[in-house]
């Protein structure tokens, strides 16, 4: 059962800011996530705001230099389904689409799926974990086939967006609102491991509210794709993915960013992997070599070391798919 | 409690005399077997077909049930003080509270627990419930009650059960009973005989009914009478435990299901909070529902066993079988519960020799109930995996192997004669329409991408009770009412009843109103389960129609002075079968409108004399599977089923297709997971981590074909039962196409993702293909 909580929708920005930076708050977009947090009991709240009125941050919108804006409040379907996102940034359309399942994707928004909280079972059960304020991981000698195969510690998340990755790769940015005024910063960097905070995902604090997504405009010669990989064909997180942005000349990779999802309490780029395939043809070797260089510092838990082969795996499929398209 | 239902033990039940108790099935039909949409369709999809879930009484309060979180602990003291002063809390049960001391789960020895027994053996078992105006206020009221537990250690894993070091879920051990052994012929002079002998051992995991509407009673009392709307397979088995469980006689106890959403088992018979919402409602003077949520609903009201099934098989290079040998370790959960999985090794191909040795382990988890063809999908994982390797091994294709090894009479029954079997041709028949050759013999792809098809065959193996008695009622107009005790629990069960009814008296279906599962003003019919709602009602209900046919035929002989011989019911009127030719509208008949009703009484009479009635099913799947990824996708699926006759060819296709979709969850996506190292308790109990297969998991190309063996025996409609075919062999016909496709065999259910990928890894240090 929901537990009782107050509501409140405010009409300006500034005052939403305002009611969020009070303790036992907590900031309601499509609530796909945040209710189901409630219900669980893995969160408590006094008081929602809801920030469904504030118009300004809803909607794709295209800038005079080609780069795109896309507000905090967009539901993945607008994403999903919009054209010039569908032509220019395959990821972030393909990572949208494959997210949960119709229903929730014409109510989640980009700025929610960016913030959701993790779905470790062990978080969202009824289990006493560290996140949660417990004394310790459940899922290091636990049932932990889901969980993450690198930069986990203390607490081993696997951050469950399938779209956070998908705009690594593109570069995008996210602009937060807050008590202390408004900011820009790489999505790349929004994002908080366990090894820094294990009672975060990422640097939004009481009050911050993500008001919009920049993408950078399109280049020329420029492909993107995700890939994600699930135990059941739809309504499921991935168990890895891998959202790759190639621009490429005369068929060399000119710049990549491979960014991977399912294996990482964090969105997790690889650079080296990057390096490997920059500056060459996509080939067998390349790609094969690219996606071992994504396992490379990976140290799987009892239960997932399937993990190793998947990635290694998905990598190399998207790798060639995107030099074949 | 007494959870069995009502039998005859042994004894004849009351047969329909006359024309109607001798009928045999139809030659033609003009209904029965068209594909026809369900008489409640409208309302089930447009929202207004009320459910157990949606009855809301005057004065109705809400139960919330609190739940043990440890999987094994002991309940040193419950305070429900500050509970009891919570606004709108009108009553408090615990086990303390008199009339609560329920005996439940009957062992050899009786009752091993009661309703709030304070020990509690798994995570979820009941220890108090609160009464109160919103559900909202039930739940709060709940979660203050203060309990002390002192935990105890458990132990979740079936192997671990058996160590004798291994914590007692009972006092006495972990070993519910001795195992139990079938013998027949010698199967070591049979491996003798062989020329390949082949021994494996296969495992399937837990799974959880789930069915889309969770568990749900509403209980009201009147006086000393106690009415009860419960989601459920079967009201008379309801209504009788629960009349012994409160001591009440049948008579004071009514139980009545109409709208259901799917039970699959685990709503055959009475549950724990049924009771608990009976004893709040006595207790608070006020009726009460309670449903349990998602979360309860995977822990409390049963699952499938998991198993760990040894099978050594025999065979000469000429293809027959000489010996089959299965050792099985399943556990049916803390209390005692079957999870056998023997028969199809016993009964579905020839062989003289074989040997089942099954045993049940406590687990501190949640009790087995039936689901869907309980134990037969585990066994067909094993055995029809092994027929897979058995063929290959001969050099046979599957479908060949198979079909040379029919039998036509039942080993487990001492060679009882089948009424007839259809599996020669649902192979046959089945193979072709798949194009099997040509799949199977396409050369093997190299690249990443790899298809297979495979074949699994199976049977169900139980004639199940042929008890039931439908009345029909004619009315003056000609209209109908049908008055069964079935449930319809979603597969089309008032559909194909009013069908039978419309073909013997010519009504059209939109004229005939149902009644049905109400243990107040129905008859009695066993609970809709085990492949048994058609096989035992519609026999029934024909001989009821045909009575009431019977009866007015006479009566408008004697009006029409004409001989009951030439005289038909056609198109709603009296007709002559000799000149002069005359046509008189039911409603135009003096004695029926001074009657105002006639009424017709169907008795099912026994099963066949000296003979069963057993379905057979064989099905074909291709899958491609994704050697990188370890994806199986099934892309194909085809399911040839002798189910006697299909009454109503849309249903029919309807249940193939569920079957199917449960048997996908099998072998690829579902298993209940417990946190066995740590906790024991369940890490997926909701939808979202407990993966049934969605419509993305499903193959678009599915194809169900009906083999009528025009089975003359079974019972006077020619059907015989198919809601558990269905399932039976999908899992096994999908593992076998993905060994067809990579090489690999699946030991383990479900085939997931990660089981796959590391099997692939496996197979490629080996290097052995
Ligand atoms: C059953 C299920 C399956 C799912 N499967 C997938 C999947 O496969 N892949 C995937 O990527 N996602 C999946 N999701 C997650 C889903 O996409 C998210 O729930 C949704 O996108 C969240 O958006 P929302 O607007 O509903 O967020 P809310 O529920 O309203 O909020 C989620 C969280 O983010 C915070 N928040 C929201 N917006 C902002 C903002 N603008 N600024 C600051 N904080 C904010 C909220 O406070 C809250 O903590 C699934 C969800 C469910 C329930």
Redo the contacts between chains.
Sequence with gaps: ?IP?FTYSRPNSLKDAVKQLSVPGTRLHAGGTDLLGCLRDGVVAADKLVSISHLAELRGITRTGNGSVRIGALTTLTEIAEHPYIMEHYAALSEGASSAA?PQLRNQGTIGGNISQRPRC??FR???HCLRKGGEAC?AV???N?FHCIVGGQSCFIVHPSDTAPALIALEARVRITGPQGTRTLPLESFFVGPQKDFTRENVLDAGDILTEILLPAPAANHRSSYRK?R??????FA?AGVALSVRFSNGIVQLARIVLSGVAPVPWRVREAEKIVTGKEIDDETASQAAAACVKDAVPLA????KL??V???V??ALLAMKQA | MRTDSVNYMGESPPETQGQAGTLTPWEETTVVGKPLPRVDAYERVSGSAVYTQDIVLPGMLYGAILRC?HAHAKVKHVDTGKAAKMPGVHGIITDSTPGANIPWYHGAKGAMSRLFDPHCRHEGEEVAAVAAES??QA??AAKAITVEYERLPFVTDIEDAMNSGAPPVHEGGNRDGDSSVYQRGDTAKGFAEADVVLEETYRTSFEIHTPMETHASVAQWDGNRLTVWDSTQGVFAVQSSLAESLGLPLSSVRVACHYMGGGFGSKLDLSKHTVIAALLARMAARPVKVTLTREESFLCVGNRPANIIKLKAGVKKDGTLTALELTNLGSGGAYPASSSVGYLVRDLYLCPNVHVDETNVFINAGTARAMRAPGFPQCAWALEQTMDALAEKIGVDPVEFRVNIIPTVSQVRNNMPFTSTGLKRCLLEGAKAFRWKEARERPRQDG?IRRGVGVAAGMWGWEGETVSTAIVKLFADGSVNLNIGASDIGTGTKTVMAMVVAEELGVPLEKIQIEYADTGTTSYAPGSGGSQTVVANAPAVRKGAVEVRNQLLELAADELKRPVGELVLKDGAIQTTAEPIKKVPISDLQILQRRQMIVGVGYRDRGPEGKVALPFVAQFAEVEV??????T?VVRFLAAHDSGRALNSLTFENQVFGGIAMGIGFAT?EQR?L?S???G?M???NW??Y?I?????VPVDQTCISIDPHDKECNNTGAKGLGEPATIPAAAAIANAVYHATGVRLKQAPI????M??L??QQQEGGNR
């Design positions: 059962m009782w399942s079972w062990y059960g009824d289990f459940y000698a636990g049932e086939q990989v135990a059941r064909g739809a309504w499921d168990l239960k997932n070391e399937y082969h998947l290694r795996g998905v190399e499929e | 979180p559900p909202h739940w709060d990443p994704n050697i990188r990824t370890g994806e996708k996506t997971i946190d190292r740590q906790t308790k890490v997926n109990a979202h981590d993966k297969p969605t419509a993305m998991d997931t993702p990660m089981q990928l590391s692939l890894a």
